[in-house]
């Protein structure tokens, strides 16, 4: 199997989608002659033109709004937002149309249409461009919000999102794109939305954590192994739909927990996973849940980025503070 990049393997999946359905395009900012502002649809316009890659205005609200009425007309439009933080002016197409036509037709429409977003900071990037708001978009109901940390997933599960007959906003980590390679297949296949993935099985504690933090989740269970804690790791892949069934069990052999999560902490998804094991495994639990988020402040610029983004060493003494109880 070849090694692919996290940018890479999307890459593949749009060329398979492009080429599998002529219902399938993709629109965005600069997704045609430049290939998109991480370059992860090069190829693509040379290879399909411009009717089925298109360069969009910089208007966001007019790009879903574009896309929303494709995909209620049949189409499967994907739509590349640059950076999540540039989503807003879009959010009213997303909470007020895409996802309702399901409920407003009373299922006689449904809107088939993937949203990408870049998302997460580490790269030290201008304001709005390391933003993680992925709970504003959890809240929404009638979208899927899916969250791949590795190649594999990261392929598998844009196929399967464009094959979704409902909307899927689809979260890529920013600083995963080039960071991390894995073997994958070549050629189509599917990994399914909402079935979380136990990357690493323990006793002592559960980490529970999605995106760019897997990385930074791994990083801790290589310390805390020298520590001599089992610690089981959970990569949730979607948070909505949520695989709660994972989370319990693993919480109930555990006794412990601690979230982890990039976002701002007040309303951050990972308060939502509290309470869910709060309500489906209090009995089990040894000590309090522990999150280990971002802060409530604005995403700092570059040379205070580090002071904001969760590391390994906050999930260690996150950890640790379970361990005490």
């Given at each position: ?18 080429g ?35 360069d969009?205005p910089v ?19 994907i ?74 997933d ?31 297949p070549?050629g ?8 979380a993935?136990?990357?690493?099985a323990?006793?002592d504690?559960?980490?529970i954590?999605?995106?760019a ?23 949730l ?9 994972t989370?319990?069990?693993s ?27 709060q ?47």
């Amino acid at each position: 199997m070849p090694i692919r990049t996290l940018a890479q393997a999307i890459n593949e999946a749009l060329d398979i989608a492009l080429g599998q359905d002529d219902r399938v395009l993709l629109m965005g900012e600069d997704v045609g002659k430049t290939g998109g502002v991480f370059r992860l649809s090069s190829g693509l316009y040379e290879k399909y033109g411009p009717d089925r890659v298109i360069d969009a205005p910089v208007a966001e609200s007019g790009i879903i709004g574009t896309a929303f009425g494709m995909a209620v007309a049949g189409m499967r439009p994907i739509t590349e937002i640059q950076f999540m933080g540039f989503s807003y002016p879009a959010y009213d197409q997303i909470v007020s149309h895409v996802g309702r036509i399901r409920n407003r037709s009373r299922h006689r429409f449904t809107a088939p249409m993937v949203i990408r977003m870049p998302f997460g900071g580490g790269i030290g990037a201008a304001e709005h461009h390391s933003e993680s708001t992925e709970s504003i978009y959890a809240h929404t109901p009638g979208v899927k919000v899916v969250v791949p940390s590795t190649p594999y997933d990261a392929k598998g599960m844009l196929l399967e999102a464009i094959d979704d007959p409902d909307p899927v906003i689809f979260l890529e980590p920013i600083r995963l794109y080039r960071s991390v390679k894995e073997d994958i297949p070549e050629g189509s296949y599917r990994v399914p939305l909402g079935l979380a993935r136990v990357l690493a099985a323990g006793d002592d504690v559960t980490i529970i954590t999605y995106g760019a933090m897997t990385a930074a989740a791994r990083k801790a269970l290589a310390i805390l192994s020298q520590e001599g804690v089992s610690a089981e790791l959970i990569d949730l892949r979607s948070i909505v739909p949520l695989d709660l069934d994972t989370i319990v069990e693993s919480v109930q052999k555990t006794g412990r927990a601690v979230v982890v999560h990039e976002a701002h902490r007040t309303a951050g998804f990972g308060a939502e996973v509290v309470a869910q094991i709060q309500e489906h495994a209090l009995f089990s639990l040894l000590a309090p849940v522990q999150r280990v988020t971002g802060w409530d402040t604005i995403v700092p610029l570059k040379l205070a980025e580090h002071h904001y983004v969760p590391t390994a060493d906050r999930i260690v003494a996150a950890v640790g503070k379970t361990l005490e109880e």
